[in-house]
């Protein structure tokens, strides 16, 4: 039972580097989210997803893109990496809307 | 309005204590607030949550204690064990279908043998 699937576990990258993070979910779940997390600063919203082709801003979408082209993966673009990116990612879903969220154990990436 | 105000930041008790975790709200039309327990190296976890039609609710030994009319609530956990050390954060979110979460900072608990 595989659930949330994020890799990589950890990246470095340098300023100005771009790179894909990868979420996968096997549970068929309409909703999936991006969050980061920072310490002290709790989980904030990144980008999320209602279904396949829907994708709207969260709360931080400033220097991050996804999409949403199957149910099962929700991948998130950072395109110009910057040391304010540098933070712990956590892709989670969910079935409806209002029912609880999985979430994967993260990637942890720093950019210097 | 959209901040969810979690405290203390760290907590140490004894096993056996019962460690306490406040959250406080502004925004009226939050009526879903959920716990989650994280550990190290894991994504979070639902805990136990609870709506505003009630004051009060129990999960094993874990209790959600919910004022509406002072917009706060709080994590109770009963006869605290070492295996509870974790970070727990609170989360609030409106009835708009969608569960776009706002949380806590987080409190890191630390359960001593």
């Known amino acids: 039972n595989a659930g949330v699937t994020q890799t990589p576990k950890f990246r470095i990258l340098k300023i100005g580097q771009s790179m894909t993070l990868q979420c996968t979910q096997d549970m068929n779940h309409n909703y999936m989210y991006w969050y980061r997390q920072d310490p002290g600063m709790g989980l904030k919203l990144i980008y999320y997803s209602v279904g396949a082709g829907i994708t709207d801003k969260g709360e931080v979408p400033n220097g991050y893109n996804v999409s949403r082209s199957t149910t099962e993966d929700f991948p998130l673009r950072l395109e110009l990496a910057a040391p304010s990116q540098t933070s712990v990612y956590f892709c989670?879903?969910?079935?409806?809307?209002?029912?609880?969220?999985?979430f994967g154990n993260g990637t942890r990436l720093t950019v210097t | 309005q959209q901040q969810v105000k979690q405290s203390p930041q760290s907590l140490i008790v004894q096993k056996g204590g019962i460690p306490i975790i406040n959250c406080a709200y502004e925004n009226t039309a939050f009526d879903y607030f959920p716990w989650y327990q994280q550990f190290p190296g894991k994504g979070p976890a639902l805990l136990i949550a609870?709506?505003?039609?009630?004051s009060e609710k129990k999960e094993g030994r874990f209790t959600i204690s919910f004022n509406k009319s002072a917009k706060q609530f709080s994590l109770h956990i009963m006869d605290s064990q070492p295996g509870d050390s974790a970070t727990y954060f609170c989360?609030?979110?409106?009835?708009?279908?969608?569960?776009?979460?706002?949380f806590g900072t987080g409190t890191r608990l630390l359960v001593s043998p």
């Open positions: 989670a879903s969910s079935s409806l809307g209002n029912s609880p969220l999985h």
């Open positions: 989360a609030a979110s409106g009835d708009t279908g969608f569960q776009k979460l706002v």
């Open positions: 609870i709506r505003p039609d009630v």
